[in-house]
């Protein structure tokens, strides 16, 4: 793996901080995904001039300063106790201290801790400045082979399988990408529910383990990525982004209105909207309304 040029130990020269970060300003800092060398040159300056470091967990930003050959003075800053904490810390940067925000991989606030801090800085008139480098969600648009011109990212999709199809039905309608991110835990689930919310022939890509040694990634439709993943333990190890095409004008409705036609003669409402859905991709739910519309009936409503 590269490593990045050595920098200076413990406190750096006094030009070269000057050069590096400005007193009482904050830098949100971007950190690898997984590969090391891919901290910038400016990062590794900042983190290195910097009065003190606010890090998601002291103990992976440790490893990183000790990779760089640092040691700075850290505060833990996380989900739990960023809006208690941040005032203090902007007390520091009024006193002319400069900070380094950064989490545990990528870019903070990206689905992880930061808002508190970044606005209460804003709010306090201190000066915020990115120190920008890798991010997932980016990194996996990318190479997703999904249009990219236009995307909203979605971060953590909800736990619970009932809430987790409502939401993935909710952003199956938007126009643009979607990109979430998806925990090894729920990863084939999460591929379940995209085809029974969304249908099989939605295209899907799913990245894992971005930038690391066993990095993967497959575009195909929603059908084909779940079969996939599940042939293969491994492919449900790592950490995921699951990115997925925004809707068509009309989703595929066209077609599946067609094909509900010609199966409603023969089949009950839910089952016709059903099996078009599988044939068509068009949305289920989508096409359970137009089989309403179209004058369909349930068994026992004839």
């Not at 002291?58 to 300063?65: D, K, P, Q, V, Y």
């Not at 505060?75 to 950064?102: M, Y």
């Not at 998806?182 to 249908?199: F, K, P, Q």
């Not at 095409?245 to 409402?269: C, H, I, M, N, S």
Request: net charge neutral; with cysteine.
């Amino acid at each position: 793996m590269p490593t990045p040029p050595p920098v200076a130990t413990d406190a750096p020269p006094a030009a070269a901080a000057d050069a590096a970060v400005q007193p009482g300003a904050l830098y949100v800092v971007a950190t690898p995904i997984g590969n090391l060398g891919d901290l910038s040159p400016r990062a590794a300056a900042v983190l290195g001039a910097v009065d003190r470091i606010c890090a998601e967990d002291t103990r992976t930003t440790g490893t990183l300063l000790a990779h760089l050959g640092l040691r700075r003075p850290m505060t833990a800053l996380h989900e739990h106790n960023e809006d208690r904490i941040a005032t203090g810390l902007v007390a520091l940067l009024r006193e002319g201290r400069s900070l380094a925000l950064v989490s545990d991989a990528g870019t903070p606030l990206v689905s992880d801790p930061g808002f508190a801090l970044v606005r209460a800085a804003r709010a306090a008139g201190q000066p915020v400045f990115a120190v920008p480098g890798p991010c997932a969600a980016v990194a996996a648009l990318s190479i997703s082979g999904l249009p990219s011109d236009s995307f909203v990212f979605a971060g953590f999709l909800p736990p619970k399988a009932a809430a987790r199809r409502e939401r993935l039905r909710r952003l199956g309608a938007e126009p643009r990408t979607v990109i979430v991110y998806e925990s090894s835990h729920r990863i084939g689930e999460c591929l379940d529910d995209v085809v029974e919310a969304l249908g099989p022939q939605r295209r899907v890509c799913l990245a894992r383990e971005l930038t690391k040694r066993f990095e993967e990634s497959r575009a195909g439709t929603a059908a084909e990525l779940r079969d996939w993943q599940a042939q293969d333990p491994n492919r449900g190890r790592g950490e995921f982004v699951l990115l997925i095409e925004g809707e068509t004008r009309d989703g595929g409705l066209a077609e599946g209105e067609r094909v509900l036609r010609l199966l409603l003669p023969e089949l009950p409402l839910s089952a016709a909207a059903r099996l078009a859905a599988e044939i068509t991709g068009a949305p289920r739910r989508k096409l359970y309304d137009a089989a309403l519309r179209i004058g369909g009936s349930e068994p026992g409503q004839d």
